[in-house]
């Protein structure tokens, strides 16, 4: 596996339909939150964002805060505030912070309906427009702010189809857009971290690729963690052999004739992952 090239190539149709329906519509926004996983702070970025919307105001919004490892995606927040954006990291699962997102929208666009009373006018709700790689909580997001189910909630990408239009409340209203990408991920390791945490459908990446890229980034960066759910204590990056063995019999992944199921094994090791079975993990330095 080559760890700096790749060439993937993920772009299913409504992902251009989208990015072109946004810029048909961007006109009618006042904001921009853009969804990033906690745990993938980097990579989880839509890469061209900037050319998307303009000079649009954005807020960038990290969630999965209970799963990721805090001191690393700190960093993050900083270089990113340092920058002069705006961030707020969540915790949906226990509904921490949600409040900060009307918070910080109102500050940076307090201005626009200040105009609007200079002009004679009356206020209006302000217009964001949601947007994120496939599978960061989106849904999940819009849900909590809204306070009730609004849109479908999935673990795999592509939950979301079409562009919608949903009432948050009388000062704000959202545009929900479906998860995209860019037509090419040209590095590798946005790739299989993408990958690792949902954001690529399995069939892109061969599962397995995947389980030893994740097993062998957890081996350098959260050893503690792979000796606790596997008892992995010894790592040879050019044989997995003895890892798998040692995990398909310690997690049950056998199959008849007392063989390990290799397959299962990479399908537990990257459900695992995502689901926090492996830890407080943020796979972006």
């Not at 340092?82 to 307090?110: A, Q």
């Not at 948050?168 to 590798?188: A, F, Q, R, V, Y």
Request: proline letters at 3%.
């Amino acid at each position: 596996m080559n760890e700096n090239k790749t060439n993937i190539n993920y772009f299913p149709g409504h992902m251009a339909k989208t990015r072109r329906e946004i810029g048909e519509k961007l006109k009618l926004i006042d904001i921009v939150f853009e969804v990033v996983d906690a745990r993938i702070p980097y990579s989880s970025r839509i890469v061209d964002i900037d050319d998307l919307v303009k000079d649009k105001p954005k807020i960038i919004i990290m969630t999965k805060k209970d799963l990721c490892d805090l001191t690393r995606t700190n960093k993050w927040i900083s270089f990113y505030k340092d920058k002069g954006y705006n961030v707020i990291l969540l915790d949906l699962i226990n509904d921490k912070n949600i409040s900060e997102i009307f918070d910080v929208t109102d500050k940076v666009l307090c201005s626009l309906n200040e105009k609007r009373k200079s002009q004679g006018l009356k206020e209006r709700s302000y217009r964001a427009l949601i947007m994120g790689v496939p599978n960061v909580g989106k849904s999940t997001l819009i849900n909590k702010i809204t306070k009730r189910k609004a849109v479908n909630v999935g673990d795999k990408p592509g939950v979301t189809k079409n562009i919608s239009w949903i009432r948050i409340n009388d000062k704000l209203d959202l545009m929900d857009t479906p998860g995209i990408l860019w037509p090419k991920i040209e590095d590798s390791k946005i790739a299989y971290n993408l990958a690792s945490f949902s954001a690529i459908k399995e069939e892109i990446l061969p599962i397995d690729e995947v389980a030893c890229y994740i097993l062998k980034y957890m081996f350098y960066n959260y050893p503690k963690a792979l000796e606790e759910r596997y008892g992995i204590t010894n790592f040879d990056e050019d044989d997995y052999t003895d890892n798998y063995e040692l995990i398909g019999r310690k997690r049950g992944c056998i199959v008849r004739g007392n063989e390990v199921d290799y397959n299962k094994v990479s399908t537990l090791i990257v459900r695992d992952l995502r689901n926090g079975y492996l830890g407080k993990v943020t796979f972006d330095e």
